[in-house]
T-cell receptor, first 113, second 113 residues
Framework: KQEVTQIPAALSVPEGENLVLNCSFT??????LQWFRQDPGKGLTSLLL?????REQTSGRLNASLDKSSGRSTLYIAASQPGDSATYLC????????????FGTGTQLKVEL | GAGVSQSPRYKVAKRGQDVALRCDPI?????LFWYQQALGQGPEFLTY????????KSGLPSDRFFAERPEGSVSTLKIQRTQQEDSAVYLC???????????FGNGTRLTVT
């Protein structure tokens, strides 16, 4: 079964700290991987999309890496701010799984002053 | 439009009632997805449209769930004879196709009492 797992489920850090969120997936045959942010009561905002041929993507203070062979992706957030507090979701489009994304359960991040 | 729009924002239904949830995708987006998100979980795939064609409905949990996109733009997710386990946030997403990122609406929170 194609599954996506995110660790940790929750994380609390002081402002300014660099942090890493982890995502693992059970099948290395993927089309792409996408990181989303979800604020309470809101939909999902796309942060970064990594195609299967890519190793990483960067946007501002965010950097996402992809290692297909080990079934892992990490989202690195530099110099965290209270406004980064949200739930971060990893989603994988598996090859042969059609166009659907398979989501992890998310990491709930709190950045404290 | 500027983004994916979903209505209503909140819906309370008595068990056994039928409900209809609407999604207006970003103009010109050919791909449209419906997801179901239970509290504290990641979104779960329900169904996928390419233009007006429903290409994947493997995630619909029962025959009480029905989705349509008759003109290849607006989509409606209908749930007949609602049950308490149908209570969740229903998210709609669209994309321009291929490997492009998904853009999500803010969802409809359905509560079945």
């Amino acid at each position: 079964k194609q599954e996506v797992t995110q660790i940790p489920a929750a994380l609390s850090v002081p402002e300014g700290e660099n942090l890493v969120l982890n995502c693992s997936f059970t099948d290395s045959a993927i089309y792409n991987l996408q990181w989303f942010r979800q604020d309470p009561g809101k939909g999902l905002t796309s942060l970064l999309l990594i195609q299967s041929s890519q190793r990483e993507q960067t946007s501002g203070r965010l950097n996402a890496s992809l290692d297909k062979s080990s079934g892992r992706s990490t989202l690195y957030i530099a110099a965290s701010q209270p406004g980064d507090s949200a739930t971060y979701l990893c989603a994988v489009r598996f090859t042969g799984g059609g166009n659907k994304l398979t989501f992890g359960t998310g990491t709930q991040l709190k950045v404290e002053l | 439009g500027a983004g994916v729009s979903q209505s209503p924002r909140y819906k309370v239904a008595k068990r056994g009632q039928d409900v209809a949830l609407r999604c207006d995708p970003i103009s010109g987006h050919v791909s449209l997805f419906w997801y179901q998100q239970a509290l504290g979980q990641g979104p779960e795939f329900l169904t996928y449209f390419q233009n007006e064609a429903q290409l994947d409905k493997s995630g619909l949990p029962s025959d009480r769930f029905f989705a349509e996109r008759p003109e290849g733009s607006v989509s409606t997710l209908k749930i007949q004879r609602t049950q308490q386990e149908d209570s969740a946030v229903y998210l709609c997403a669209s994309s321009s196709g291929g490997g492009s990122p998904l853009h999500f609406g803010n969802g409809t929170r359905l509560t079945v009492t």
